[in-house]
């Protein structure tokens, strides 16, 4: 499997129920990261979690890391029409400058 | 907000041709990238930028494209002769000494 790998490649939910997307990845982080992407539109961030954080909330959305299984998942909340969207999870390594590897992202729709 | 811009945001050109993608990174941001996205694909790291010298580049990168930072705000990215594999979205993205990363909307060039 490649770094930064997401699951589902797509879920279809219903407003105001959670959304969960998965990602895995291959080797050491220093941080993962998960944008979004409107349809043809650029990368929006939306959280930042380092190696040695567990658990981050940013309003309705929360991210757990398990380094220990080289995985991360992104929890959306009660989700509305306006989430619907690409997902996309993102390593940083170390000593690589910086750069981010991505994932082939979660297409989400909610439904009305 | 501060944000990363791109121009323009859809280049159409022919096979063969140069084109310049700018970019103007978010002001005393200090790391500056470029990714690109094909159609239906995951982003993928084209070059890190730092300190007006090329941090790391990916396979992706050859003797076609090239970086410059021209003055104290632009950020572009040539490609010398364009093929029809080069139609994509582009991506700029600056950060500080932080870590997250911030994009612009990106290019979408196409090449016929």
């Known amino acids: 499997s490649q770094q930064g790998e997401e699951d589902p490649q797509a879920l279809s939910i219903q407003e105001g129920e959670n959304a969960t997307m998965n990602c895995s990845y291959k080797t050491s982080i220093n941080n993962l990261q998960w944008y979004r992407q409107n349809s043809g539109r650029g990368l929006v961030h939306l959280i930042l979690?380092?190696?040695?954080?567990r658990e981050k909330h940013s309003g309705r959305l929360r991210v757990t890391l398990d380094t220990s299984k080289k995985s991360s998942s992104l929890l959306i909340t009660a989700s509305r029409a306006a989430d619907t969207a690409s997902y996309f999870c993102?390593?940083?390594?170390?000593?690589?400058?910086?750069?981010?590897?991505f994932g082939q992202g979660t297409e989400l729709s909610v439904k009305p | 907000e501060p944000e990363v811009t791109q121009t323009p945001s859809h280049q159409v050109t022919q096979m063969g041709q140069e084109v310049i993608l700018r970019c103007v990174p978010i002001s005393n941001h200090l790391y500056f990238y470029w990714y690109r996205q094909i159609l239906g694909q995951k982003v993928e790291f084209l070059v890190s930028?730092?300190?007006?010298?090329?941090?790391?580049k990916s396979e992706i990168f050859d003797d076609q494209f090239s970086v410059e930072r021209p003055d104290g705000s632009n950020f572009t990215l040539k490609i010398r002769s364009t093929k029809l594999e080069d139609s994509a979205m582009y991506f700029c993205?600056?950060?500080?000494?932080?870590?997250?990363?911030?994009f612009g909307p990106g290019t979408r060039l196409t090449v016929l």
């Open positions: 993102a390593t940083a390594v170390y000593n690589q400058g910086g750069k981010l590897i």
């Open positions: 930028f730092y300190n007006n010298e090329i941090s790391e």
């Open positions: 993205a600056s950060k500080d000494l932080g870590d997250t990363q911030y």
């Open positions: 979690i380092r190696s040695n954080e």
